[in-house]
Nanobody, 125 residues
Framework: QGQPAESGGGLVQAGGSLRLSCTTS????????MAWFRQTPGQGREFIAA????????AYADFVKGRFTISRDNPNNVMYLQMNTLKPEDTAIYYC??????????????????WGRGTQVTVSA
């Protein structure tokens, strides 16, 4: 599978919104479960949300439930993360992961080694 590429990050005021996109060049985009993670300096990558290959199941970290929405458009090889009501603590580099394992019983996602380069999201107070 191809390396994912994130876009859509930027600077936004608290309470604002951003939509991140993740695209890949893989021919079988619709075969992979995918997810978003984020990382701040000195911290490990933190799970945000995951979506199954057919959009049938999604999983979210508790701290984004009700604010962020993950979705995907398989015919166009793109996955999205709609982020609303952003907070300063959402400031991080956001990464796309593809091809991980989705645990349908627990709604949990184990990432693969296939990561994008990330996109910076900065939320000002």
């Amino acid at each position: 599978q191809g390396q994912p590429a994130e876009s859509g990050g930027g600077l936004v005021q608290a309470g604002g919104s951003l939509r991140l996109s993740c695209t890949t060049s893989t021919r079988r985009f619709d075969a992979w479960h995918m997810a978003w993670f984020r990382q701040t300096p000195g911290q490990g990558r933190e799970f945000i949300a995951a979506i199954t290959w057919d959009s049938g199941r999604t999983a979210y970290a508790d701290f984004v439930k009700g604010r962020f929405t993950i979705s995907r458009d398989n015919p166009n090889n793109v996955m999205y993360l709609q982020m609303n009501t952003l907070k300063p603590e959402d400031t991080a580099i956001y990464y796309c992961n593809s091809g991980g394992v989705y645990d349908y019983k627990r709604d949990q996602y184990r990432p693969s080694d296939t990561w994008g380069r990330g996109t910076q999201v900065t939320v000002s107070a």
